[in-house]
Nanobody, 125 residues
């Protein structure tokens, strides 16, 4: 059974930074495309960033490009999302997800096979 667990969320002031982590267990992490999504209250879950299984390719939503960086450590079965220059519009529950097909990019919610429970990120103005 594949399990994903996010951590690193919290409350931060506008302009600040946070680093989210996603540890994957029970599967073959090194073969998964990993993605980060977010969902704000009253809104649909939206794509944030993705990284290919080899880490050679990344993809970002326009709204976070240049501020967020996705990375992975296959030896540690962990994906990361470094978030800089945060603003109140970034407030949401952030989810990591894994896709086992090795396709890339993978930006749709329905394309991912496994999901974490989410971690809250709140940015105050």
């Amino acid at each position: 059974q594949v399990q994903l667990e996010e951590s690193g969320g919290g409350l931060v002031q506008a302009g600040g930074s946070l680093r989210l982590s996603c540890v994957v267990s029970g599967g073959t992490f090194s073969t998964y495309t990993m993605g980060w999504f977010r969902q704000a209250p009253g809104k649909e879950r939206e794509f944030v960033a993705a990284i290919s299984w080899s880490a050679k390719s990344t993809d970002y939503a326009h709204s976070v490009k240049g501020r967020f960086t996705i990375s992975r450590d296959n030896a540690a079965n962990t994906a990361y999302l470094q978030m800089n220059s945060l603003n109140p519009d970034d407030t949401a529950v952030y989810y990591c997800a894994a896709d086992g097909t090795r396709h890339f990019p993978v930006v749709l919610v329905g394309e991912y096979d496994y999901w974490g429970q989410g971690t809250q990120v709140t940015v105050s103005s």
